[in-house]
């Protein structure tokens, strides 16, 4: 099993930043790829950014791509990211997501999941 825990949320202007945590346990094996999505009410959720946890290698969303940054501390488990120029249509709940395999942005492809952190962002 894998558990992730999504911290760092909160309600910010737009143009600020934020910085979201997701601390991972478990298998580590089930982690190889760790992602980053959101959900805004009435919307799909949708991938922001993925990490490769061996290679580091990353992925984003053209929506994000220059502005948000994903990262790993692996003393800690844990994996970032980093929000800034922050607009509003950013605004919706994070989830942290883990998989085995790394090669999509798909949600689909992603076997784990914490249970989400709120980010508003205000104009």
């Known amino acids: 099993q894998v558990q992730l825990v999504e911290s760092g949320g909160g309600s910010v202007q737009a143009g600020g930043s934020l910085r979201l945590s997701c601390a991972a346990s478990?298998?580590?094996?089930?982690?190889?790829?760790m992602g980053w999505f959101r959900q805004a009410p009435g919307k799909e959720r949708e991938g922001v950014a993925r990490?490769?946890?061996?290679?580091?290698?990353?992925y984003y969303a053209d929506s994000v791509k220059g502005r948000f940054t994903i990262s790993q501390d692996n003393a800690k488990n844990t994996v970032y990211l980093q929000m800034n120029s922050l607009k509003p249509e950013d605004s919706g709940m994070y989830y942290c997501?883990?998989?085995?395999?790394?090669?999509?942005?798909?949600?689909?492809?992603?076997?784990?999941w914490g249970q989400g952190t709120q980010v508003t962002v205000s104009s």
């Open positions: 997501a883990a998989s085995a395999g790394c090669w999509t942005l798909s949600k689909d492809a992603f076997n784990y």
């Open positions: 478990g298998y580590a094996s089930r982690r190889n790829c």
């Open positions: 990490i490769n946890t061996g290679s580091r290698s990353t």
